[in-house]
C-alpha cells in the first residue's frame, strides 16, 4: 500500500505510513468486518513489529464478531479482530536483542489485532519459524496445533482405543485426525460433506461419518460397539449426541461450539458411568505452556508427522468472504488471511 504524505505550508515533505488494517465498529453478520488504513505501528520497549505473511482465523472469532462471545469472550466493538499471524520481524523496541530482526516468526496478538498488514506484538511471544516450514503452515497450527497437542495429553490418547473426532473437517479437527491415528487409535471421523470426509480419510481416518445424517450415532455404534474417547471440537446436540456413545471409564472433552454452544453432559451421569469429562477451560493455557506447545507443534509439523489442513485463504481485504466461509460450513480445515 502506498505512504500516506503531507505537506506543510512551507516544510518538507513529511511521510505518514499507513497500513491496512480490518476493524469491527458494531457487532453482526461478515460485512461489519470493514478493510481500513491506519497508521503504521511503532514498537515500544520489548515489542516488534511483524510484516504478516498469513493471520490464523478460528470459529470463535466469528461468534464474537456476531456478539456472542458471552462472558468467556466479552469483546465488545469497536475493535480490531485477529488472533495471530506469521511473517517476518521488521523492526524492533528498545531491549529487544537484534537477533530478531529480519526473522520469520509466528505469534499471538493482543487488542491491537492480528488482521493487518503489520502486526505490534511483544518479544515475549515470538516462536522462531523453522527454515524448511512455509509461514502459512506456521500460522496454521499456531493455535489449532497448540490445543490438538494440549487435548492428546488431556485424554491420553492411546493405541488400540476407538476415538471420535467431531468437527473433524475444520483446523483443529484434522490435526485431531492424524495425532489419535499416530497414537495407534482407530479413529472415528464426524464432519459434514463428501468433501471434508474425504480429506479426514486421507490423514487417518478408518471410520468417516457425515453427521448431517440423522443416524449417525448408529453408524458409529456399528462400526466401533462404542468409544473409549471423544474429542469434541462440534459441541451443541452434535456433542451431547456423541457423549451417549462413551464407554464406561472413557473420557470426553467438549471444547468446540459450531454447533451453537459447548456440548454440557450431566456430572452426575458421567460420575456414575466413570467417564472423565473435561472442557474448554482445560486447554486455556498460560502463557509457558502456550509457548512450550508452539515449539512442539512447529517441530512436527517440520518433521512431516503434523500435517496443517489448509482448505482455503483470502487475501486481507476479504477479511468478510473468510468469515461468511467458515460461518455457512464450507470452508475445509483451517481458513487463513494472506497480506
Given at each position: 500500500m502506498p505512504d500516506a504524505r503531507v505537506r506543510a505550508p512551507g516544510a518538507a515533505t513529511l511521510e505518514v505510513v499507513g497500513?491496512?488494517?480490518?476493524?469491527?465498529a458494531r457487532f453482526g453478520g461478515p460485512e461489519v468486518l470493514v478493510p481500513v488504513e491506519v497508521?503504521?505501528?511503532?514498537?515500544?520497549?520489548g515489542e516488534v513489529v511483524v510484516e504478516?505473511?498469513?493471520?490464523?482465523?478460528?470459529?470463535v472469532e466469528t461468534m464474537i464478531r456476531s456478539g456472542r462471545g458471552g462472558v468467556v469472550f466479552p469483546v465488545q466493538p469497536p475493535y480490531r479482530p485477529g488472533v495471530g499471524v506469521a511473517g517476518t520481524v521488521t523492526a524492533a523496541g528498545p531491549g529487544v536483542g537484534a537477533h530478531w530482526l529480519g526473522r520469520r516468526v509466528v505469534t499471538r496478538t493482543g487488542p491491537a489485532g492480528g488482521y493487518v498488514e503489520r502486526a505490534l506484538v511483544p518479544v515475549t511471544g515470538l516462536a522462531a519459524v523453522p527454515d524448511e516450514m512455509d509461514a502459512r503452515d506456521a500460522a496454521a497450527v499456531l493455535h489449532d496445533g497448540v490445543t490438538a497437542l494440549a487435548l492428546a495429553d488431556i485424554v491420553k490418547l492411546a493405541s488400540a482405543e476407538r476415538v471420535l473426532v467431531t468437527a473433524a473437517g475444520g483446523g483443529l479437527g484434522a490435526i485431531l485426525v492424524q495425532l489419535a491415528h499416530a497414537a495407534g487409535a482407530t479413529v472415528v471421523a464426524a464432519a459434514r460433506g463428501a468433501a471434508k470426509l474425504d480429506r479426514v480419510r486421507e490423514l487417518g481416518a478408518a471410520v468417516p461419518v457425515d453427521y448431517s445424517a440423522p443416524d449417525w450415532t448408529d453408524r458409529v455404534r456399528e462400526a466401533t460397539g462404542g468409544l473409549d474417547v471423544v474429542l469434541d471440537g462440534a459441541g451443541g446436540d452434535y456433542g451431547r449426541a456423541a457423549f451417549e456413545l462413551v464407554e464406561r471409564g472413557g473420557r470426553y472433552s467438549a471444547h468446540g461450539t459450531p454447533a451453537g454452544a459447548f456440548a454440557t453432559v450431566d456430572p452426575a451421569v458421567a460420575r456414575a458411568r466413570g467417564v472423565a469429562v473435561t472442557g474448554i477451560e482445560a486447554v486455556q493455557l498460560g502463557p509457558d505452556q502456550f509457548h512450550a506447545y508452539l515449539e512442539q507443534a512447529l517441530a512436527e509439523v517440520a518433521a512431516g508427522r503434523i500435517r496443517p489442513l489448509i482448505g482455503q485463504t483470502f487475501p486481507l481485504a476479504r477479511a468478510a468472504d473468510a468469515h461468511a466461509a467458515i460461518e455457512n460450513r464450507t470452508a475445509i480445515g483451517k481458513t487463513l488471511l494472506i497480506v
Open positions: 497500513m491496512r488494517a480490518i476493524e469491527v497508521p503504521d505501528p511503532v514498537p515500544g520497549a504478516v505473511v498469513a493471520a490464523d482465523t478460528l470459529w
